[in-house]
């Protein structure tokens, strides 16, 4: 199957920095990818969807100016957390889609903001 | 609007047990039907998919799933549990617009536990 990837798989940071996650399709074209928070032990949280050449679509509830979405090309999209605080700390996750509305999940992101 | 819930947030099998794991669905529309597993701190791995195509889906690892319209459920299975299944289960459904355009809707997941 088609393969995701995301970088870093950790980090950790202090609150009122700036983390970029990127995620990237590695041998397949993505128009739309899609960025995920998971809190420990609960499930998927759809954040955004990222859309190649044009704005975000953000959920409902999801700040937009804290997580900034990128997507710079068809293999490219960074999840940038502003002023990251310790209640941003979390598992991100991004996906890809492929046939039959199949998404393709990256390994994710784990944040700690100290 | 589109929903996924998962009974049990926690199944303990005992190593060569049936593995049952239920999911039911809410759609308007035919939906697709996905059941992925989680390791810890991992990425989610996809182990099989409803597309209308056929009512049992077989996927990787012995696992499969029944659709069931007329029930709502999509329950997966596996006749003999391994310890190597311990893991987190979420059952998604997705509606079926056009590509590009649609989105997963998770359950809450489930907990699978073996014991030896």
């Known amino acids: 199957g088609a393969v995701v990837s995301q970088h870093p798989s950790r980090v950790i940071c202090k609150s009122g920095t700036s983390v970029k996650i990127e995620c990237r399709s590695l041998d397949f074209q993505a128009t739309t990818m899609f960025w995920y928070r998971q809190f420990p032990k609960q499930s998927l949280m759809l954040m955004a969807t990222?859309?190649?050449?044009?704005?975000?679509?953000?959920e409902q509830g999801v700040e937009k100016d804290k997580f900034l979405i990128n997507h710079a090309s068809l293999t490219l999209s960074t999840l940038t957390v502003t002023s990251a605080h310790p209640e941003d700390s979390s598992f991100y996750i991004c996906?890809?889609?492929?046939?039959?509305?199949?998404?393709?999940f990256g390994p994710g992101t784990r944040l700690t903001v100290l | 609007a589109q929903s996924v819930t998962q009974l049990g947030s926690h199944v303990s099998v005992s190593e060569g047990a049936l593995v049952l794991l239920r999911c039911n669905y809410s759609?308007?529309?035919?939906?697709?039907l996905f059941w992925y597993v989680q390791y810890p701190n991992q990425g989610l791995q996809l182990l099989l998919k409803?597309?209308?195509?056929?009512?049992l889906v077989k996927g990787i690892n012995g696992f499969e799933a029944e659709f069931k319209k007329s029930e709502t459920s999509f329950h997966l299975t596996k006749p003999s549990a391994h310890m190597s299944d311990a893991a987190e289960y979420f059952c998604a459904v997705s509606d079926r617009r056009g590509s590009g355009t649609y989105k997963y809707i998770f359950g809450t997941g489930t907990r699978l536990k073996v014991l030896a």
């Open positions: 409803y597309t209308s195509a056929a009512t």
């Open positions: 996906s890809a889609p492929g046939g039959y509305n199949e998404q393709f």
């Open positions: 759609s308007s529309v035919p939906p697709y």
């Open positions: 990222s859309n190649e050449g044009s704005k975000a679509t953000y």
